[in-house]
């Protein structure tokens, strides 16, 4: 899915002396956003960093997504997009750079001045290597069969799929991508196209989905999460299972939690989550357990309102 920026790096975008977009509150993690959502932004430039891959990797995982191949009104959404941020689209290597809060963090934030500055294009020594270059480059280079950095691959799946059925998988999958660019124009569960309004705000949404899990509701705790974690976790039952491993996180499923600060920035909200602290430590002082809900604001189907829902959860540090 596209995502956002969280974490570190707003910070490193802002030392760049560029302006994140669709970041979190500090220390939210990092949110997935529609196709749509980006392009009605309206940014000045689109860095791309897939975690892991190099320039080329990165530039063939761009090439064969539904982003890139999708039509609406009989034009590319990939040239809509080239066109809402004026051409200035790049990759870097998402393996070396930005995805590590590591020493490399200098050296990410040197790309990233020579992504947003033209004028400092070459001054770093990344624009034009291995590490930073235009999309349209690193697409040539992915064609190419050029390599460049990780050559990490994925393995081959455990059992071996009929090429026939595998095909028509394929082509049933980009027939549903087409018909569904279509279909988008109008909005669906998975776009945020215009302004909206929200009718309860992140942490009124954060308490109802505690209440929910307290009182064994888990399937309605379940869809308050946002399209993309439902995707994550699959199904309910999993989402259950997931908690029920976690030392903290089964707690919600026994004990009331308490909502805290909530803060909010471009559709992207923060809220924390407290409980008692833990068995033992509360007799000799212990503080108090926290979480950290990162929420997004999410176009709902068949209505004219968004609603908040549940992206991420972590624990606060």
């Not at 979190?24 to 990092?30: C, L, Q, S, Y």
């Not at 020579?114 to 070459?122: S, V």
């Not at 998988?169 to 569960?189: C, L």
């Not at 039952?237 to 499923?253: G, I, K, T």
Request: charged share 25%; proline share 5%.
């Amino acid at each position: 899915p596209i995502m956002g920026c969280g974490y570190w790096i707003p910070e490193l975008i802002n030392l760049a002396g560029g302006q994140a977009l669709h970041c979190p509150p500090p220390g939210g993690a990092t949110p997935t956003l529609s196709l749509d959502t980006l392009i009605e932004s309206k940014p000045d430039v689109i860095i791309f960093a897939l975690c892991g891959f190099g320039l080329s990797r990165a530039a063939s995982e761009i090439a064969s997504s539904s982003m890139f191949r999708s039509i609406r009104n009989g034009g590319s959404r990939m040239e809509e997009l080239r066109e809402a941020c004026g051409g200035n689209m790049y990759v870097v290597d998402g393996n070396y750079l930005v995805n590590r809060s590591g020493p490399r963090v200098v050296e990410s934030c040197e790309a990233m001045c020579e992504a947003i500055h033209p004028e400092l294009r070459g001054h770093f020594g990344h624009f034009g290597t291995d590490l930073l270059t235009t999309l349209d480059k690193a697409l040539v280079m992915a064609e190419e069969g050029v390599q460049t950095g990780s050559r990490k691959v994925r393995p081959q799946p455990f059992n071996e799929v009929d090429k026939d059925v595998e095909e028509e998988g394929a082509k049933m999958s980009q027939d549903k991508d087409e018909s569904a660019s279509h279909s988008n124009v109008d909005g669906d569960d998975h776009q945020i196209l215009k302004p909206r309004t929200i009718l309860e705000g992140p942490g009124q949404v954060v308490a109802k989905q505690l209440t929910c899990l307290e009182s064994g509701e888990i399937e309605i705790a379940f869809a308050l999460n946002s399209i993309a974690n439902q995707g994550r976790w699959c199904d309910s039952d999993r989402f259950a299972a997931v908690l029920r491993s976690h030392e903290d996180f089964r707690r919600l499923l026994v004990e009331t939690a308490s909502v805290g600060a909530v803060e909010e920035k471009d559709n992207v909200a923060t809220v924390c989550v407290s409980l008692p602290p833990r068995k033992g430590e509360s007799e000799v002082g212990g503080e108090a357990v926290r979480l950290l809900w990162t929420m997004i604001a999410e176009a709902q189907s068949g209505d004219d309102a968004m609603a908040w829902r549940t992206e991420k959860v972590g624990v606060a540090h």
